[in-house]
């Protein structure tokens, strides 16, 4: 099985602020990796795919790079909007997330 | 509008058993692979089961192998979850979700139902 580390656990930070999620794989998945945003009692917003790859929608300041077992999301300037909590998934063989990354108000 | 809509969810006995159930509307679901994603209450996000167009693949994550059964009906635009043998670690919000590309068995989740809670407990 594929296991995914996301690094930091939890977050703080500021409005502005340039953010950076880091997700691990334990095995290459090449570039099958996505990102997610999740609320408090929401579903989880699909953010990127195929690593890099923008959903439609999500605004710019959001990107994703990384390829085989080393990804990271970057929020380029960090938005109220955006506190919430950032789960990578692997869909290279099956399906598995990260435990997640809070990000909340500094 | 693209709508996942779950169902069937409630509190039940360890050992005993329930069927979830999710309605799509809004695009051509018997042309994409769907999946189930459950999500312990404060826990992160856990991927169950998945199924392909017609039915011929069908996955399941270790922890429910033997124990969950997913099928789905195109005529009806539905996708269910068959839980038996429940425990109290199947405690968890269930959504489904459906895979971005059509065709595509594996890929990301675009679209998320609302969830159906599930409590096992006695």
């Known amino acids: 099985d594929i296991q995914m580390t996301q690094s930091p656990s939890t977050l703080s930070a500021s409005v502005g602020d340039r953010v950076t999620i880091t997700c691990r794989a334990s095995?290459?998945?090449?570039?099958?990796l996505a990102w997610y945003q999740q609320k408090p009692g929401r579903a989880p917003k699909l953010l990127i795919y195929?690593?890099?790859t923008l959903e439609s929608g999500v605004p710019s300041r959001f990107s994703g790079s990384g390829s085989g077992t080393d990804f990271t999301l970057t929020i380029s300037s960090l938005q109220p909007d955006d506190f919430a909590t950032y789960y990578c998934?692997?869909?290279?063989?099956?399906?598995?997330f990260g435990q997640g990354t809070k990000v909340e108000i500094k | 509008d693209v709508q996942l809509v779950e169902s069937g969810g409630g509190l039940v006995q360890p050992g005993r058993s329930l069927r979830l159930s999710c309605a799509a509307s809004?695009?051509?679901?018997?042309?994409?692979?769907m999946h189930w994603v459950r999500q312990a209450p404060g826990k992160g996000l856990e991927w169950v089961s998945g199924?392909?167009?017609?039915?011929?693949?069908?996955v399941y994550a270790d922890s429910v192998k033997g124990r969950f059964t997913i099928s789905r009906d195109n005529a009806k635009n539905s996708l269910y979850l068959q839980m038996n043998s429940l425990r109290a670690e199947d405690t968890a919000l269930y959504y489904c979700?459906?895979?971005?590309?059509?065709?595509?068995?594996?890929?990301?989740?675009?679209?998320w139902g609302q969830g159906t809670m599930v409590t096992v407990s006695s």
């Open positions: 979700a459906k895979i971005r590309t059509a065709m595509i068995t594996w890929g990301a989740f675009d679209i």
């Open positions: 195929k690593a890099s």
């Open positions: 199924i392909s167009s017609s039915s011929g693949t069908i």
């Open positions: 095995q290459s998945i090449s570039s099958w």
């Open positions: 809004g695009f051509s679901f018997d042309d994409y692979v």
């Open positions: 998934q692997q869909y290279n063989s099956y399906s598995t």
